[in-house]
Structures are given as structure tokens and as C-alpha cells.
């Protein structure tokens, strides 16, 4: 079942997100980061993030964060997927699938058509579930050094 994060989530809700940190080479977060992203999560301010979590058996298998925001080429504007996790138990279920599609129904109810999200180049099990549900843009990304 894919539903909304909720307060009484944290606990497996931070186990999640530790893992995915992890994943992405970020394994010794401050336990002050999960405090600080947490409550912009439970802060339900239409401007900050949002999460959707996937449940089975009163267990925590993945999440989802997205933020709607301001675009200059969409007068409604887009929504971008920042993190995305499923638990490696809980892997080859649907699970990251049925996320997507929960991020793509809350952007629909709000309006809001474009969705988009970054991945690493070397994921490439999400990768293969991403070529289904969405298509790649073409884009290359770059950030600031340092």
C-alpha cells in the first residue's frame, strides 16, 4: 500500500532513509540531518517536501520525497522526485514502481503534469524500471566543484 509519511513512520522511515543515504555514499549522516528532514516532511508546507511511503504487513518497504516547484517554461510549474528507496529485501515486488506512480498521482491532483528525477548513471537496476515508466531526457547534469 503507497500512503502518505505520517509522524508515526519515523522509526522505519529513518531506517530507510539511512540505507538510501548510504547507497548514494553519505554513511555517516548527523542524527540532526534525519531530525531536520523529517520535520520539513511533517511540516506539510505546500512549498517544502513531501513524502510517500510503501507499507506491507505494518513494515516500511520504500519512500518517495517530492517538492512541487516553480518552473519559468510551466506556468503550473513541475515536480521533482528527489529520493527514491526501496528496501534490498523488498527488491523485484513493485515496490519502487508503485512509488513513481504515487509521486505521478499527488503531481496530478496538484495540477501538475511534469515530473522529473535524477538517478546515478551506474544504477542500473533502477534504471531498467525508469525506461518503463518515464523516458529519459537527454540531459546532462552538472553542479558546482567543491
Known amino acids: ?9 519515523r522509526e522505519d522511515w529513518q531506517r530507510l532513509y539511512r540505507d538510501y543515504q548510504a547507497f548514494y555514499g553519505f554513511k555517516d549522516r548527523p542524527a540532526a540531518f534525519y531530525d531536520r528532514a523529517f520535520a520539513r516532511l511533517m511540516a506539510d ?19 518517495a520525497h517530492y517538492v512541487f516547484h516553480p518552473n519559468l517554461w510551466r506556468d503550473e510549474g513541475v515536480c521533482y522526485l528527489q529520493d527514491l528507496f526501496t528496501a534490498p529485501q523488498a527488491r523485484g515486488r513493485g515496490i519502487a514502481r508503485s512509488l513513481i506512480e504515487g509521486v505521478y498521482a499527488q503531481a496530478d491532483r496538484a495540477g501538475i503534469p511534469a515530473v522529473y528525477w535524477l538517478t546515478a548513471e551506474d544504477n542500473y537496476a533502477g534504471r531498467m524500471l525508469y525506461d518503463r515508466v518515464a523516458m529519459k531526457s537527454g540531459l ?3 553542479q558546482r566543484r567543491g
Open 45 to 63: 508546507d505546500p512549498r517544502d517536501f513531501h513524502g510517500l511511503v510503501a507499507e506491507a504487513d505494518g513494515r516500511l518497504l520504500g519512500l
Open 140 to 142: 546532462i547534469r552538472y
Open 1 to 9: 500500500m503507497i500512503r502518505a509519511l505520517g509522524p508515526e513512520d
